[in-house]
């Protein structure tokens, strides 16, 4: 199993478990969450863990998959949403979910509201990508925003890698859904054209 491409889950949403074992099956390492209100925190750590404390240089791409949202560019990254299996019920929210605590105050999901609490978090893992990496907001809308293409910016700014998301709903497992934003290592942003677009099966 190579290390240099890791994908992140939000398992908190049983949806994903079709696209998880599919993205699984091209080998690269599967980082799972469970809800979690220092999901972000948690998810670092693990990255540093798998590729090991002194192996820096190596990440070639860092993909995360999860939820977003329709009003605000949120990245879900340990969070959910709740079960929703049979005619369960919902269980009551958690205090730290956006909606019931302050978003800023709480690290389960990447966006503009938390960037600050989060940002210095995520900034630990630039020694660790390669030259040329990238990062992959798989959720829904993140790029819709001109919040969410600032947070692509900095982010890409932090880490010196290039940062991809999405401008419309992901409907299609494992594959994009165009257009997708980049923002390069110097901040810039672009629409990537449909043929520059990197799917999971072309394993870079």
């Known amino acids: 199993m190579a290390s240099d491409i890791i994908d992140v889950f939000d398992m908190g949403d049983f949806r994903l478990e079709t696209t998880r074992d599919s993205v699984k099956s091209y080998g690269s390492v599967i980082i799972e969450t469970q809800p979690m209100s220092n999901g972000v925190g948690f998810v670092v750590g693990q990255v540093i863990r798998t590729l090991g404390a002194e192996s820096t240089g190596k990440l070639r791409a860092l993909r995360f998959w999860g939820h977003g949202v329709i009003d605000q560019p949120t990245a879900y990254i340990a969070y959910g949403p709740p079960h929703q299996r049979g005619n369960e019920k919902l269980p009551p929210q958690i205090p730290w979910q956006f909606g019931v605590a302050p978003a800023e105050t709480q690290a389960s999901a990447i966006g503009f509201v938390n960037?600050?609490?989060?940002?210095?978090?995520?900034?630990?893992?630039?020694?660790?990508?390669?030259?040329?990496?990238?990062?992959?907001?798989?959720?829904?809308?993140?790029?819709?925003?001109?919040?969410?293409?600032?947070?692509?910016?900095?982010?890409?700014?932090?880490?010196?890698?290039?940062?991809?998301?999405?401008?419309?709903?992901?409907?299609?497992?494992?594959?994009?859904?165009?257009?997708?934003?980049?923002?390069?290592?110097?901040?810039?942003?672009?629409?990537?054209?449909?043929?520059?677009?990197?799917?999971?099966?072309?394993r870079r």
């Open 115 to 202: 960037f600050a609490l989060v940002g210095p978090m995520l900034a630990q893992l630039r020694s660790y990508f390669a030259s040329g990496a990238r990062i992959e907001f798989r959720q829904c809308l993140f790029a819709k925003f001109e919040d969410g293409k600032t947070v692509m910016s900095e982010l890409a700014k932090m880490l010196g890698v290039a940062v991809q998301a999405p401008e419309k709903l992901q409907d299609r497992g494992e594959l994009w859904v165009p257009p997708v934003w980049e923002a390069s290592p110097t901040g810039m942003l672009r629409k990537l054209p449909d043929l520059e677009l990197i799917e999971v099966r072309d």
